[in-house]
C-alpha cells in the first residue's frame, strides 16, 4: 500500500474561497482523522470517521469546515469560505483501531492570503 | 488544554549522545504513544506503550511509563543526525481518541 494520500501538497487561495483537502486512507483502516498543525495550537483533531460514518466533529472549529467520506477510500475537508487564519498544515490520518496506530500522510500545506 | 505535554520544547545534543523526551498527562490511559515528524513531513509512529506496561524497546528507542506520576518518557540511545526531528507524545484515554502534545524539537549536531 502507498499509505495515506492527500492532496494537493500545497494551497495557496484568496480569502473568501472555497477550499477542498483530499484523503485516500490505507485500504482496510477502519478509521479516518483529520488534523490541523499550527504553531500556535500544535496538532488538533478535527474530526474522525468509522467505516464512513462520521463519529466525532467536535473540534471542526466553525460551520465553514465541513467534511465528508462518501466511500471506505475517499474524504474530503472542505472550508467555505477561507479565511487567513485557516492558514496551517491539514493532515488525514487512518487507522485500524481508533487508538491505534495512525499512519499520516504528508499533509497539506492551507495558505489564506 | 492538550492532554499529553512534552518537555523539554527544544533539545539540542551531539551525535552519539541519548537523548531523553519526556510527557506528561493528565487524566487515566489506555495507550500512551510516540511519534516522529521531519521538517514538511507528516508523523510517524515508533512506539505504543499500553498502560498496563511499565517499559518498551524498539531499536534504539526505549519508552517507559508511570502511571501513577502520569509520565511517560522516550529515551534515543546512541542519536545520529538523521533523528533530528520533531517528537510528540499521544494519549489514548476513555474516549479512545488520540490527543497529542506540543512536542520536543530535538537537534541532533554531527
Known amino acids: 500500500d502507498a499509505g495515506v494520500i492527500q492532496s494537493p501538497r500545497h494551497e495557496v487561495t484568496e480569502m473568501g474561497q472555497e477550499v477542498t483537502l483530499r484523503c485516500k486512507p490505507i485500504?482496510?483502516?477502519?478509521?479516518l482523522f483529520w488534523y490541523r498543525q499550527t504553531m500556535m495550537r500544535g496538532l488538533e483533531l478535527l474530526i474522525y470517521f468509522n467505516n464512513n460514518v462520521p463519529i466525532d466533529d467536535s473540534g471542526m472549529p466553525e460551520d465553514r469546515f465541513s467534511a465528508k467520506m462518501p466511500n471506505a477510500s475517499f474524504s474530503t475537508l472542505k472550508i467555505q469560505p477561507s479565511e487567513p487564519r485557516d492558514s496551517a498544515v491539514y493532515f488525514c490520518?487512518?487507522?485500524?483501531?481508533?487508538?491505534?496506530?495512525?499512519?499520516f500522510g504528508q499533509g497539506t500545506r492551507l495558505t489564506v492570503v | 488544554s492538550q492532554q499529553g505535554e512534552e518537555d523539554p520544547q527544544a533539545l539540542s545534543i551531539q551525535e552519539g549522545e541519548n537523548a531523553t523526551m519526556n510527557c506528561s498527562y493528565k487524566t487515566s490511559i489506555n495507550n500512551l504513544q510516540w511519534y516522529r515528524q521531519n521538517s514538511g513531513r507528516g508523523l510517524v509512529h515508533l512506539i505504543l506503550?499500553?498502560?498496563?506496561?511499565r517499559e518498551k524497546h524498539s531499536g534504539r528507542l526505549r519508552v517507559t511509563l508511570d502511571t501513577s506520576k502520569k509520565s511517560s518518557s522516550l529515551l534515543i540511545t546512541a542519536s545520529r543526525a538523521a533523528d533530528t526531528a520533531s517528537y510528540f507524545c499521544a494519549s489514548s484515554g476513555s474516549a479512545r481518541q488520540l490527543t497529542f502534545g506540543s512536542g520536543t524539537q530535538l537537534t541532533v549536531l554531527p
Open positions: 485500504s482496510g483502516h477502519d478509521y
Open positions: 506503550i499500553r498502560s498496563n506496561e
Open positions: 490520518a487512518s487507522s485500524l483501531f481508533p487508538d491505534g496506530e495512525a499512519f
